[in-house]
Each structure stands twice: as structure tokens, then as C-alpha cells.
């Protein structure tokens, strides 16, 4: 429903499914990912950068890079400082 909102332009409502995704399953790591992914599509990247490190607390990094620790790793690099 989140991913519906968004394509519709309404970000208030995606935002709020989105947070209501990531706290009823915080290990769902793809709901995390696109939430930051809306926010930085809209040119807010500190606040893309928040969401990734809030979702990172559930992550666990793997050596390989897969998953979210390598994409949170990458994305907290490169655009959130």
C-alpha cells in the first residue's frame, strides 16, 4: 500500500505506512530500503540517511555484503556524512 501512495505522489500517507511497516516487522528489510529510497527519489537524503541507520539496528552485516549491511553500508557512505 506504502508503494501505491508513493506512485501517487502522496508522500504523507506512504511515509506513515511505511513507518507503521517498519515497526511491525523491523527486520523486514525491504520495507526499510524503499522508505529511504522514497525519501532520497525526493531530494531529502539526511532524512533517507536516518531511516537507513534506524533500520540498520535490526541488520545484521554480513562479510559477503548481501542484504541490508552492505546497502546500508554503501548508501551511509557515500550520502549521509
Avoid: Y
Avoid at 502522496?10 to 506513515?16: G, S
Avoid at 527519489?41 to 533517507?48: I, P, S
Avoid at 548508501?75 to 549521509?80: D, K
Amino acid at each position: 500500500m506504502a508503494d501505491a501512495c508513493k506512485r501517487d505522489n502522496r508522500w504523507e500517507e506512504a511515509r506513515k505506512l511505511f513507518s507503521a511497516a517498519c515497526e511491525a516487522q523491523p527486520l523486514a528489510a525491504q520495507a526499510w530500503l524503499e522508505w529511504a529510497k522514497m525519501e532520497e527519489e525526493r531530494g531529502l537524503l539526511r532524512k533517507a540517511g536516518k531511516i537507513l541507520r534506524l533500520g540498520l539496528r535490526f541488520c545484521e552485516v554480513r562479510a559477503d555484503g548481501h542484504e541490508l549491511g552492505g546497502v546500508f553500508l554503501c548508501v551511509l557512505s557515500s550520502t549521509c556524512s
